[in-house]
């Protein structure tokens, strides 16, 4: 018999439920954030870029810290609006030529300003001074300096009858080129840098680029007695002016294929471009103090 409960009492109260956490999901990255190992790649996701994006950023930083601060930023202001994607080469364009599938152009910073014509800084580049440092380390990448050369007029260094004929129209007096190879063989990396008139040249010459690239580019170094890169393979680049300077960094993977997960092609980047030390001090030489930001 059920016991009764007195007038006025209350009765018999349930226990309160409790609210089951359901629990955290984590998501899993895709294919293309693996494949990118940006630095400081969680920063950058947050901004909303993409993989590519997260790459070109590094490529287009500077080496020197000024100069990566107002670049970064320019670029995280820019991509936020406007999500870079870049153009492939249709089968009426394809050619035989070895060429970048990716790539990316960048005007000249305001650091630059120092060496804004070629008059301010007439001395010609040396091999040595440009290719001064023959092992170039950054982070897990060791890229070993094989190939040099030097070009005058600069048409001989690239292949594109259009860009020839750009570059001679920007004055271009000297074309260098250094070919490198990582220490464990798996990466291929071209810096290519133009002595031209005055920075609107070499802001064009980046710039134009952008589209033409598919029809005009720099010509591999051979190592060894093999070609830098093929036609066949997937290769990634940027162009970068620096006062009256152009330059072209070229990367990509020995065996052709495209980046994967272990691959860090920013850090391989970013190794190439400490050839552009020598840039840098001419701009000091000119300028010791810097231009206001």
């Known amino acids: 018999?059920?016991?009764?409960?007195?007038?006025?009492?209350?009765?018999?109260?349930?226990?309160?439920?409790?609210?089951?956490?359901?629990?955290?999901?984590?998501?899993?990255?895709?294919?293309?954030?693996?494949?990118?190992?940006?630095?400081d790649g969680t920063r950058l996701q947050e901004l909303g870029l993409s993989p590519l994006q997260q790459r070109l950023l590094v490529i287009g930083g500077s080496v020197v810290g000024v100069v990566v601060a107002a670049v970064v930023l320019a670029f995280v202001i820019s991509a936020?609006?406007?999500?870079?994607?870049?153009?492939?080469?249709?089968?009426?364009?394809?050619?035989?030529?070895?060429?970048p599938d990716a790539y990316k152009g960048w005007n000249s910073p305001k650091l630059f300003a120092p060496i804004e014509r070629n008059t301010a800084d007439p001395a010609p580049l040396t091999l040595k001074e440009i290719f001064a440092v023959r092992t170039l380390k950054e982070g897990a990448i060791t890229l070993r300096l094989g190939?040099?050369?030097?070009?005058?007029?600069?048409?001989?260094?690239?292949?594109?009858?259009?860009?020839?004929?750009?570059?001679?129209?920007?004055?271009?007096?000297?074309?260098?080129?250094?070919?490198?190879?990582?220490?464990?063989?798996r990466y291929a990396a071209q810096y290519t840098l133009f002595n031209l008139r005055d920075t609107a040249a070499a802001n064009a010459l980046v710039q134009s680029l952008t589209a033409g690239y598919r029809g005009?580019?720099?010509?591999?170094?051979?190592q060894g007695g093999r070609t830098l890169f093929s036609s066949a393979g997937h290769t990634e680049a940027s162009g970068h002016a620096m006062g009256h300077y152009a330059a072209l960094v070229w990367i990509g993977r020995t065996d052709g294929a495209e980046p994967g997960p272990k691959d860090d092609f920013v850090s391989l980047s970013l190794a190439v471009r400490d050839a552009e030390k020598a840039v840098f001090r001419r701009v000091v030489a000119v300028s010791p103090t810097p231009p206001p930001s």
């Open 1 to 39: 018999m059920n016991a009764q409960t007195p007038q006025g009492s209350p009765g018999p109260q349930a226990p309160p439920r409790r609210r089951r956490r359901s629990p955290a999901r984590t998501a899993k990255p895709s294919r293309a954030s693996r494949t990118t190992q940006p630095t």
């Open 80 to 99: 936020l609006g406007n999500d870079f994607v870049p153009e492939r080469a249709t089968a009426a364009a394809i050619v035989t030529q070895p060429r």
């Open 147 to 185: 190939a040099t050369k030097l070009d005058a007029p600069c048409s001989a260094a690239v292949w594109g009858q259009e860009l020839a004929g750009q570059l001679t129209g920007a004055g271009c007096t000297q074309a260098l080129r250094g070919a490198y190879t990582s220490a464990d063989g």
């Open 216 to 222: 005009g580019w720099a010509q591999p170094l051979t």
